[in-house]
């Protein structure tokens, strides 16, 4: 027994916006920012050694 398949045809294209986003973005002057550990924060719990920065963020 063979039940018949339904089957979609798309009349219409959907045209993608340009460019909008890098305009947005290059208003804005980059700026690196560091998230430093102060105090009691700056120490590992297991050994007490002060922790050292691994990376850090440029936020636009």
Same mark, same amino acid.
């Given at each position: 027994m063979t039940y018949p398949v339904e089957t979609e045809e798309i009349t219409y294209k959907?045209?993608?916006?340009k460019g909008k986003r890098q305009a947005i973005l290059s208003q804005f002057t980059p700026e690196k920012v560091h998230h430093e550990l102060? /105090? @009691?924060?700056?120490?590992?719990p297991d050994c007490h050694e002060e922790l050292k @920065?691994? /990376?850090s963020v440029i936020q636009r």
């Open positions: 959907h045209q993608k916006a102060t /105090g @009691e924060d700056s120490l590992c @920065e691994i /990376g």
